[in-house]
């Protein structure tokens, strides 16, 4: 069981420099892993490589780049020089990504993503694994007239998808390795989710998935007024489906029904019904809502439930 942060420097004066320093910061707090967002902004491949160079003693991933936008060759080429240059300590994470930003941001239809989410992975299998490819599918075609293999990436790498909703769940338990559900709450993961995809991947023989939840929350004494200001961050997630139904299976109503914010002993209590629920690893997103005191003290706590 490994414990993580997703780290978010968007504000500061030089983003990768000052991630560089908050990774740093979550290794000597205990942390096991970093985790990086991928918008339209800093390239988390990228990132992450340069994080895992600099701090060695974290596990780094991207959570998560939409498969809209993107091809597989390309994917594959920033997963695997990311993957040699942290010696083996990368993990991608493929989203279906949202209507509003593909349409709006690429100008292409969002159209059956599930069906794109299922060429995308086969694809990147061959690539990742092999270096090499032959795939012709409805939506993609990823083939290599030149090699695609980045030596030192030869181990290949971890694919997750950031999958809730009943297809893309099937669809990562046969094709993936794992999945990064995000405001999903320990019911929705223990009644739902997991089973699902649990189920998926057995069927297609595939080892048991790998369940990373990422959870925002974070730990203070002013749970009020936390919980006030989260509401307004993650308010755009109630408005895209899958989110909205995890929600929804969770108990909830709002997306900040289902972040974790409170005291040590809540915070860790919440960590461990995440763990019973299924989860193999937590990702906690949002640790710098109530400024760096209560990040660091949320870091405090997580590094030692990570052990």
């Known amino acids: 069981m490994t414990v993580g942060v997703a780290l978010n420097a968007t504000d500061a004066d030089n983003q990768i420099?000052?991630?560089?320093?908050l990774a740093a910061e979550a290794a000597a707090a205990g942390l096991r892993s970093a985790w990086f967002g991928q918008t339209f902004g800093a390239d988390s491949p990228q990132l992450a490589a340069i994080v895992g160079r600099e701090v060695p003693d974290l596990h780094v991933g991207t959570s998560a780049i939409p498969v809209f936008g993107r091809h597989p060759l390309l994917v594959s080429s920033q997963a695997q020089t990311a993957q040699a240059a942290t010696?083996?300590?990368y993990h991608l994470g493929l989203a279906l990504g949202t209507k509003l930003l593909t349409e709006a941001g690429f100008g292409i239809p969002y159209e059956r993503p599930i069906a794109r989410l299922r060429e995308f992975l086969i694809a990147l299998r061959q690539l990742t694994e092999t270096g090499a490819a032959d795939f012709r599918g409805e939506l993609l075609t990823a083939t290599t007239p030149v090699p695609a293999r980045v030596p030192g990436a030869e181990g290949g790498v971890p694919l997750l998808v950031a999958a809730m909703g009943p297809q893309a769940l099937r669809a990562?338990?046969?094709?993936?390795?794992g999945i990064l559900p995000y405001l999903a709450g320990?019911?929705?993961?223990?009644?739902h989710?997991?089973?699902a995809v649990t189920a998926a991947a057995e069927a297609a023989g595939r080892p048991a998935p790998r369940i990373v939840a990422l959870?925002?929350?974070?730990?203070?004494?002013?749970?009020?007024?936390?919980?006030?200001?989260v509401t307004e961050q993650l308010a755009f997630y109630e408005q895209i489906p899958s989110y909205a139904?995890?929600?929804e299976l969770s108990g909830g109503k709002r997306a900040a029904d289902v972040a974790v914010i409170g005291d040590e002993r809540t915070v860790a209590a919440e960590v461990q019904r995440y763990r019973d629920a299924g989860a193999t690893e937590v990702v906690f997103s949002g640790t710098e809502t109530a400024g760096d005191a209560a990040r660091r003290r949320t870091w405090t706590l997580l590094g030692e439930l990570a052990g």
């Open 17 to 21: 420099d000052a991630t560089v320093r």
């Open 87 to 89: 010696h083996g300590r």
């Open 172 to 177: 990562s338990g046969e094709l993936a390795d």
């Open 186 to 191: 320990p019911r929705a993961l223990a009644e």
């Open 193 to 195: 989710i997991v089973p």
């Open 215 to 229: 959870v925002h929350g974070v730990v203070t004494d002013d749970v009020d007024s936390v919980r006030e200001t």
């Open 245 to 247: 139904r995890a929600i």
